[in-house]
């Protein structure tokens, strides 16, 4: 049984406008992997499709076969038709990779990384950034919080629960076997 309502009208009460950003975004409780929204297309049938492709079809009209839309604003929750664009898979990648989002977070100069080894290490392997340590992106650490478990001042059991990581991370850390790159404080 379809449902009574029309999309637009339950689209237009599933997501709130950000001033300051103009994005807006997604409040349904459909929400998706990596953050982004889905809405219920078909009742009987229970097809749900990304919210973003929903506002695309609404304000712009049809997607075409294997057209992906993607965001300018980088927001996966934003489902503003001017925030959004339409291209290929290698499209969407180029983006990616033209915003710097391709998995590496940038590295910083800090304490132990001086500007001469901050460009070396942007340099390594043809020219990808080092993904060791804070610039990876899945790395839940970082220099604070390394030379924090250095420091022993808590056991590696509490460091692993207040940094949202396992005992082994912590106790490789504390070892000097991850993390070789910084030293150790001295006692």
Known sequence: ??????LAERFAEKYERVPFSGCWLWTGSGMAKGGYGKITVERGDQIGTGAHRVSWMLHRGDIPKGVWVLHRCDVPACVNPDHL???TAK??????IAKGRQGVKPLKVGPFLSKAELKRRRYVRKGRPDQKGEANWHSKLDLEKVVDIRTHRLTKAAFARLYGVSFKTV???????SWVNVAKPLA
């Open 1 to 6: 049984m379809p449902n009574a309502r029309p």
């Open 85 to 87: 664009f339409l291209g």
């Open 91 to 96: 499209d969407n990648v180029a983006d990616c």
């Open 171 to 177: 106790k490789n850390v504390w070892d000097g076997v």
